[in-house]
T-cell receptor, first 111, second 113 residues
Framework: GAGVSQSPRYKVAKRGQDVALRCDPI?????LFWYQQALGQGPEFLTY????????KSGLPSDRFFAERPEGSVSTLKIQRTQQEDSAVYLC?????????FGPGTRLTVL | GQQLNQSPQSMFIQEGEDVSMNCTSSSIFNTWLWYKQDPGEGPVLLIA?????ELTSNGRLTAQFGTTRKDSFLNISASIPSDVGIYFCAGQLAGGGADGLTFGKGTHLIIQP
């Protein structure tokens, strides 16, 4: 399909482990966003890329969170030394003109 | 982080009834959006509003961008079983995908046949 894809769909980590979440945006989309969605809440903005440039990372909750998009296409969200409060669905979205198209998300559970 | 005030939190209605939900903010937004999210999926855009006072329809869905730019509502007419899901409002300061969305907490719609 031509939509946004994310992998893995589910990730279980032990507290303290590092995790890496991947996003494949729609081909040709310049802008890419990461959001965190806690259970029963709406998505919350984490960070934004335009091509390979990270233009806004104001939503990243701590310095354990790091995102990259080195070639302006695929993006990776890395969480170091995971904590239980990091458990959430991590959504990626890419943008064409005004609409953000969302991927299915990665559900991260930290035990 | 900031989230918009969305109400109601949940709605239990009969099939065929009309539905209304709304969203308010203490901040002004230049774009208001309404999304639907099904279990295990990402949000899907239903309606986008770009001008204060704008009223836009998409099939059985109608949404309005409040004149103060601090609120919006979504109506669904003649609900059907596939309308079940979680509906989110979202505000955006800039257009063109230039900044992140601020979401409400969602309205969970449950339809009883």
């Amino acid at each position: 399909g031509a939509g946004v894809s994310q992998s893995p769909r589910y990730k279980v980590a032990k507290r303290g482990q590092d995790v890496a979440l991947r996003c494949d945006p729609i081909s040709g989309h310049v802008s890419l966003f990461w959001y965190q969605q806690a259970l029963g809440q709406g998505p919350e903005f984490l960070t934004y890329f335009q091509n390979e440039a990270q233009l806004d990372k104001s939503g990243l909750p701590s310095d354990r969170f790091f995102a990259e998009r080195p070639e302006g296409s695929v993006s990776t969200l890395k969480i170091q030394r995971t904590q239980q409060e990091d458990s959430a669905v991590y959504l990626c979205a890419s943008t064409s003109l005004n609409e953000q198209f969302f991927g299915p998300g990665t559900r991260l559970t930290v035990l | 982080g900031q989230q918009l005030n969305q109400s109601p939190q949940s709605m239990f209605i009969q099939e065929g009834e009309d539905v209304s939900m709304n969203c308010t903010s203490s901040s002004i937004f230049n774009t208001w959006l309404w999304y639907k999210q099904d279990p295990g999926e990402g949000p899907v855009l239903l309606i986008a509003l770009y001008k204060a006072g704008e009223l836009t329809s998409n099939g059985r869905l109608t949404a309005q961008f409040g004149t103060t730019r601090k609120d919006s509502f979504l109506n669904i007419s003649a609900s059907i079983p596939s309308d079940v899901g979680i509906y989110f409002c979202a505000g955006q300061l800039a257009g063109g995908g230039a900044d992140g969305l601020t979401f409400g907490k969602g309205t969970h719609l449950i339809i009883q046949p």
